[in-house]
């Protein structure tokens, strides 16, 4: 009977841990946001090495009526390390350097995008997301802000 339940406290502590051997490979999450008729729709593709460096592509949709961007490049790159239920990011540069398509949108007004998508991982260069599920092909983190992404695995 103690060994039973010695077995059931083992496998509740370790529901969410992961190893670094789990995470490696590649990942993909896309986000729709609509907020006072702007639609923004956020791809990400992810991809741990295994040598714990990570690269993190953001590609931004934009839509408020005819003006729209599409496909606004952001790279993040640093490293990343599991460790039991928490991912988490070291970044050690972030770039913006491409939009593949405007319509109607200033250069201003693209400027001040390209430097809020910037400035969420600028600010901080150590990022830790809470693993709230995983299994081979499905990923589930939450951010400090409570923000949830679910990540499906790429092959």
């Not at 790159?77 to 239920?85: F, H, P, R, V, Y």
């Not at 200033?106 to 599920?133: E, M, R, T």
């Not at 923000?147 to 499906?152: A, L």
Request: glycine letters at 6%; a positive charge; aromatic letters at 12%.
């Amino acid at each position: 009977m103690f060994k039973t339940f010695l077995l059931i406290l083992l496998f509740m502590g370790q529901v969410h841990a992961v190893t670094a051997y789990d995470i490696v490979g590649s990942w993909y999450s896309s986000l729709r946001t609509v907020n006072n008729g702007t639609e923004v729709i956020e791809k990400e593709s992810l991809k741990f090495n295994a040598n714990n460096t990570f690269m993190l592509v953001i590609l931004v949709d934009l839509n408020k009526g005819p003006a729209y961007v599409k496909d606004l490049r952001v790279e993040i790159a640093g490293n990343w390390e599991a460790k039991g239920n928490a991912l988490i990011y070291t970044i050690n540069s972030v770039n913006v350097p491409s939009v593949k398509d405007v319509y109607q949108v200033s250069k201003q007004s693209l400027d001040n995008l390209a430097s809020s998508f910037k400035s969420k991982w600028v600010s901080d260069k150590i990022h830790i997301f809470k693993i709230v599920s995983f299994e081979a092909k499905k990923l589930t983190v939450k951010n400090g802000r409570g923000v949830i992404t679910k990540y499906k695995r790429l092959y």
